[in-house]
T-cell receptor
Framework: RKEVEQDPGPFNVPEGATVAFNCTYS??????FFWYRQDCRKEPKLLMS???SGNEDGRFTAQLNRASQYISLLIRDSKLSDSATYLC???????????FGSGTQLTVLP | GAVVSQHPSWVICKSGTSVKIECRSL??????MFWYRQFPKQSLMLMAT?????????EQGVEKDKFLINHASLTLSTLTVTSAHPEDSSFYIC????????????FGPGTRLLVL
């Protein structure tokens, strides 16, 4: 079983749609959680950290369920520029030893 | 935000040659740098953790004699792929931490290696 599992997609959605990605992790000792986005042939960039209480950053909402070892990312009012691969990332503590999921590919269509 | 650079961005080489990739933190001192590898449609896999002035810590399955890491200063780490073979062709990405109570990893733009 992979340490971090994501639905690879692809998700093809129209502009303005709401889309949700899910991620599960196997290491119950994980302490830090992140969503990164990676554009084609580029490095991953931090989208947002995920906190136990859930957090929102503009159109993006992240939630964490420690009991189920499950993380989600919700994107509202999708833009063309949101097209990318979204990586679920967990860490046992602080930002060391990041473990990446294989990513979920999103394409927002005009 | 903190900037990490990598050089070169692209490398094409013949099988058997060695390739050196540089990773630099441009506007901060990085006590720790990480090297990752990503094959097409797969996740980033941590290869090794590089601490300034000490030997790198390699992940299981990564040959330390093949992937030589040198972290000689607080702003530079190098990865040398020795005697590269076609199966080493991949996207190599480094990251550096800024330190402090909350350590954010900042990623370099990556180096694409193609071994013919």
């Amino acid at each position: 079983r992979k340490e971090v599992e994501q639905d690879p997609g692809p998700f093809n959605v129209p502009e303005g749609a709401t889309v949700a990605f899910n991620c599960t992790y196997s290491n119950s000792a994980s302490q830090s959680f992140f969503w990164y986005r990676q554009d084609c042939r580029k490095e991953p960039k931090l989208l947002m950290s995920v906190y136990s209480s859930g957090n929102e950053d503009g159109r993006f909402t992240a939630q964490l369920n420690r009991a189920s070892q499950y993380i989600s990312l919700l994107i509202r009012d999708s833009k063309l520029s949101d097209s990318a691969t979204y990586l679920c990332v967990v860490s046992p503590g602080s930002a060391r030893q990041l473990t990446f999921g294989s990513g979920t590919q999103l394409t927002v269509l005009p | 935000g903190a900037v990490v650079s990598q050089h070169p961005s692209w490398v094409i080489c013949k099988s058997g040659t060695s390739v050196k990739i540089e990773c630099r933190s441009l506007d901060f001192q990085a006590t720790t740098m990480f090297w990752y590898r990503q094959f097409p449609k797969q996740s980033l896999m941590l290869m090794a953790t590089s601490n300034e002035g000490s030997k790198a810590t390699y992940e299981q399955g990564v040959e330390k004699d093949k992937f030589l890491i040198n972290h000689a200063s607080l702003t530079l780490s190098t990865l040398t792929v020795t005697s590269a073979h076609p199966e080493d062709s991949s996207f190599y990405i480094c990251s550096a931490t800024t330190g402090g109570a909350v350590e954010t990893q900042y990623f370099g733009p990556g180096t694409r290696l193609l071994v013919l």
